[in-house]
C-alpha cells in the first residue's frame, strides 16, 4: 500500500473518494507512457473509502503491483 500512496502522492495515481464520479476526472489523468501508444486504466483494490485509478500501455496484463490487487477499468 505504501507504493501505491508515493505513486499517488508523485501524481502516477489518480485518487479520489468513492462519492466522486471516475468519468469527471477521466480527462485530467496523465499519460506517462508514450503519447502515440494506446493505453488502458487500471483500479487498485485497497481495503479504504478512495479509489485509485492509472494507465498503462494497452497491451500489459497486471494482476497485482506488490500484492496489491489490480484490474482493468471498464
Given amino acids: ?3 501505491v500512496f ?3 502522492a508523485e501524481g502516477y495515481i489518480l485518487q479520489f473518494d468513492w462519492k466522486e464520479d471516475f468519468e469527471d476526472f477521466r480527462e485530467h489523468m496523465k499519460n ?3 503519447k502515440e501508444g494506446a493505453t488502458k486504466i487500471i483500479t487498485f483494490e485497497l481495503d ?3 479509489m485509485y485509478f492509472a494507465t498503462i500501455p494497452a497491451g500489459n ?3 497485482d503491483l506488490f ?3 489490480v484490474k482493468e477499468y471498464q
Fill in 67 to 69: 500484492e496489491v490487487p
Fill in 6 to 8: 508515493y505513486l499517488t
Fill in 48 to 50: 479504504n473509502d478512495q
Fill in 1 to 3: 500500500m505504501l507504493l
Fill in 32 to 34: 506517462y507512457w508514450s
Fill in 61 to 63: 496484463t497486471v494482476h
